[in-house]
């Protein structure tokens, strides 16, 4: 096998998440895309969350959770909830709307993973998340160790 260079791996990671995404919306067809369902997922496992910790939690910038978050309230999908000790202090919380949504898309989700690795063995499929969990870890301590030095 070529010694593959780290900008073709990245390139190849990248075109694989891109096309899935699309794939994904695609086949869902509905007014959201992947980064809306990863946050109603998180707010249905993790509860109202202020749009800062999601953000650092999901690795979106700022303004990227700023334009998600609105586009899931003007849906109906999500809403502010306003902390009664302190009006500042604002999260996102899941709606009932958006847990049904969040259900379709898992569905849809389900079937996507089933037709997409159905080229790989079961073996292969645990592999490949193996690897990218490993790389992922990897990747985190690497950004770890630039942010200690700066």
Same mark, same amino acid.
């Given at each position: /096998? ?5 900008? @073709? &791996? ?12 699309? &794939? $994904?919306?695609?086949? $869902?067809? +509905? ?10 997922? *998180? ?21 990227? /959770? ?8 003007? *849906? ?20 009932? +709307?958006?847990?049904?949504? &969040?259900? @379709? ?8 993973? @089933? ?6 063995? *079961? ?5 490949? $998340?193996?690897?990218?969990? +490993?790389?992922?870890?990897?990747? &985190? ?6 942010? +200690?030095?700066?």
């Amino acid at each position: /096998m070529n010694q593959e260079s780290i900008f @073709e &791996l990245i390139r190849t990671a990248e075109y694989l998440n891109n096309e899935s995404m699309i &794939l $994904f919306v695609s086949m $869902f067809n +509905k007014n959201v895309g992947v980064s809306q369902v990863l946050v109603l997922a *998180e707010l249905a496992e993790k509860g109202p969350q202020m749009q800062s910790r999601l953000s650092k939690r999901l690795g979106y910038t700022p303004g990227a /959770m700023t334009g998600i978050a609105n586009k899931l309230i003007k *849906e109906g999908y999500a809403e502010r909830e306003y902390d009664e000790t302190d009006r500042r202090i604002i999260r996102i919380a899941i709606t009932e +709307k958006g847990t049904q949504l &969040l259900q @379709e898309a898992q569905k849809q989700g389900k079937k996507m993973r @089933e037709n997409l690795y159905s080229v790989l063995t *079961e073996e292969e499929v645990v592999q490949l $998340f193996t690897i990218q969990k +490993k790389l992922i870890k990897q990747v &985190l301590h690497l950004k770890s160790q630039i942010d +200690k030095k700066e």
